[in-house]
């Protein structure tokens, strides 16, 4: 019956291993466990799940092989938490936008088609319990509005329902199916680390000192050296706004694994292509523009440079004085692309967007041309590959 | 090995599903990796297992530059030499320069000892993967006296972690996992009433209102906690502040009386103020 379970596990998406799950018969056959089947749910969840993340779904599979008591997603509608729906909403949307939203009846009439929408939708995939698309010409649409990049804050008290707990599903909204760790990515990054000793010496450096202690017959000659740190210098472009709306969570995971992982991180943000001004703090963007040519002066040619973007856009954009969409660029962006490639001989563009989509947008491949072929999709294998040709 | 249960002690209350997850744990010898939000008392889970099954606790507060080797022995190498500069006998014998780390300790004790090992996500991504033959088999070779520790009672082992890195899948495989949820409102009055017993009734459900309404407020970069209730209600019982006070249509239009203690990051108090100024505007 337990073997059962387990390949069922396996199929619900759970990594479960052999070892693990012998660990649950080994706690059963220790009998700590009473004979209720709630003391039997947590304990397997404690062998088997080590994830919170993951606790949905195994509640799903537990409840579908211990056919618990009501279908699986019998009260869904009724969960679906307000805070985060208001949260969205706090975080994506402009004075005016609000205004406009009062204009359409107010935040409850807003919440209330909002909530018709996500019912339906759940209607109609399976299991898409959480992920709610653009909505097309809905008002939602407007604001970007993209779930992904959210994770949902964790529900208030529900009350305690005649509800088993694993159908309660109280974990649903920390499920999250990012393949795309940041561990992987800090994994990857790390085959750029170039050790070297730099600055003071302040640690011992213990063979030298018993060596020289040696030579100096046995009299202690201590020898100090500087630490070892990781001496690799980064210089991140991010393309922020406009279509990289949609990976923003993998840009977040990339940026907050780059910055643990090298010491010398400078970053900077651009829209769509690199013109003469670039910005730290996209909030300023408009009054606090560090002018390209600053930049290409102040850090010097041995930093490896990593531009992030989807490259989707317009060929203007690319190729023509004034393409840009923000403002008038007096240089194309290829020639503002070019001098950032002069300066920075190691190189390469990380693009979220997916290969196969790659030679249909002729800006993508126009980029690529600029880059000499040096772009890589921004997935595990495609960040291992680059950082072998920033080498 | 152990007839005793963990069932939680009088300062700590323990959820069905944490006892059951901490006892496999105990019978089994096995680490258990203890996960959740700040503030919901996974550090302390350790000190009251220890407490409740009456054991010897040790601790291993890991931080971003400690090495696995540290947790098992040290060579003090640079003892060594300046013994060896002053003729000192201990010089002859290199055991007397090994230092034994926490592991070491947990590993010789002669009764069940409890190994908290805190925060091990603030480490090195590595840490976790050095550890692995250590946690399993509860053994390690000691290279400089060419000695195996074996443990002499299989310690039990709670890890602490806040998630900031992930964990590699072979440590995970061989532990056992929780993770403390936050608790709702009548776990958080049981928990209550273990640290103030004799809080006043009224003024326990008009905070804990506060507490959770608060936690109800869209967009808080960091919402408040177990721990963080707890200091606050410290507090009002200090001031003396009246149930009155905190009840009422005025928590909607003003902030609580000592939010700080709530409330640990400007950006929330803000918007915590911004929502306060919407709400009277609806009101009136």
């Known amino acids: 019956m337990l073997i059962r379970f387990f390949f069922m596990l396996r199929e619900g998406g759970l990594k479960v291993s052999l070892t693990e799950f012998l660990t649950l018969l080994e706690v059963l056959h220790s009998r700590i466990a009473g004979y209720s089947v709630d003391e039997f749910y947590y304990l397997s969840r404690a062998c088997l799940v080590k994830d919170e993340s993951l606790y949905d779904r195994f509640d799903r599979v537990f409840s579908e092989h211990f056919k618990g008591v009501q279908d699986l997603f019998g009260d869904e509608t009724a969960e679906i938490p307000e805070d985060w729906l208001r949260r969205h909403f706090e975080r994506l949307m402009s004075e005016e936008e609000k205004a406009l939203v009062e204009s359409l009846g107010g935040w409850e009439e807003l919440m209330e088609t909002l909530r018709k929408r996500l019912e339906e939708q759940e209607k109609r995939h399976e ?19 993209n779930p992904e990049g959210i994770r949902m804050g964790q529900d208030g008290s529900r009350h305690r329902r005649a509800v088993k707990v694993w159908d309660k599903r109280e974990f649903r909204n920390l499920d999250d199916t990012v393949e795309l760790g940041t561990r992987n990515l800090k994994v990857a990054l790390r085959r750029l680390r170039r050790f070297a000793r730099e600055g003071a010496a302040d640690e011992l450096d213990l063979p030298d000192t018993i060596e020289s202690t040696a030579r100096n017959a046995g009299l202690l000659d201590i020898k100090m050296v500087p630490e070892r740190h990781n001496a690799v210098k980064v210089l991140l472009f991010l393309d922020a706004g406009g279509s990289m709306d949609d990976h923003v969570r993998v840009c977040e995971e990339l940026f907050s694994a780059a910055r643990g992982e090298f010491k010398h991180l400078e970053y900077f943000y651009f829209h769509n292509c690199v013109y003469e001004g670039v910005w730290k703090d996209n909030l300023r963007r408009h009054s606090e523009r560090t002018p390209l040519m600053d930049v290409l002066h102040k850090y010097s040619s041995d930093y490896k440079l990593i531009l ?43 693009n979220p967007e997916p290969v196969n989509r790659w030679e249909y947008t002729p800006s993508i491949r126009m980029m690529s041309e600029l880059m000499a072929e040096r772009m890589y999709p921004l997935t595990v294998s495609g960040l291992e590959e680059g950082m072998r040709s920033l080498r | 090995m152990t007839d005793k249960r963990f069932t939680g002690t009088d300062r700590y209350v323990a959820t069905q599903d944490l006892m059951t997850a901490v006892n496999a744990a105990v019978t089994l010898g096995r ?23 009456d054991r010897p606790l040790l601790q291993w507060h890991v931080k971003s530059t400690t090495k696995a080797q540290q947790g098992l022995y040290e060579y003090d190498a640079v003892a060594r030499l300046r013994d060896s500069q002053l003729g000192d006998e201990r010089v002859h014998d290199i055991a007397n320069y ?28 590595e840490f976790p993967n050095d550890l692995l033959r250590e946690l399993d088999r509860m053994e390690f070779y000691v290279y400089e006296t060419h000695q195996t520790i074996v443990a002499k009672n299989r310690p039990i082992i709670v890890i602490t972690s806040n998630n900031e890195k ?17 608790p709702d409102a009548e776990t958080m009055r049981e928990i209550v009433d273990v640290h ?3 809080l006043k009734k009224e003024l326990l459900d008009e905070a804990l209102h506060a507490f959770f309404d608060l936690r109800e407020v869209p967009g808080l970069k960091k919402k408040p906690s177990t721990s963080e209730l707890l200091d606050w209600l410290k507090l009002l019982l200090a001031e003396d502040v009246s149930p009155e006070v905190l009840a009422g249509d005025d928590r909607r239009k003003s902030l609580p009386p000592l939010h700080g203690a709530l409330l640990k990051n400007e950006q929330d108090v803000h918007l915590f103020e911004r929502l306060i100024f919407l709400n009277q505007r609806e009101g009136r």
């Not at chain 2, 258990?32 to 409740?52: F, M, N, S, V």
């Open chain 2, 166 to 182: 992930e964990l590699p899948d072979a440590f995970l495989r061989r532990c056992f996992f929780h993770y403390i949820r936050f």
């Open chain 1, 308 to 350: 992030v973007g989807d490259a989707t856009m317009s060929p203007y954009e690319i190729h023509y004085p004034g393409g840009s969409v923000e403002h008038w660029n007096e240089e194309a962006g290829a020639a503002w692309m070019k001098r950032l490639l002069d300066t920075y001989p190691k190189a390469i563009w990380l």
């Open chain 1, 127 to 145: 299991g898409g319990n959480k992920w709610i698309g653009t909505g097309g010409t809905s008002p939602f649409g407007a604001h970007g509005y």
């Open chain 2, 98 to 125: 090994i230092v034994k780390g926490p592991l070491w300790e947990a590993f010789e004790q002669d009764v069940q000892p409890v190994l908290l090992i805190d925060e091990i996500d603030k480490a090195d991504i």
């Open chain 2, 196 to 198: 103030y017993p004799n």
């Open chain 2, 31 to 53: 680490p258990i990796l203890i996960k959740g939000e700040p503030g919901t008392g996974k550090t302390q889970l350790a000190e009251e297992i220890a407490r409740g099954l």
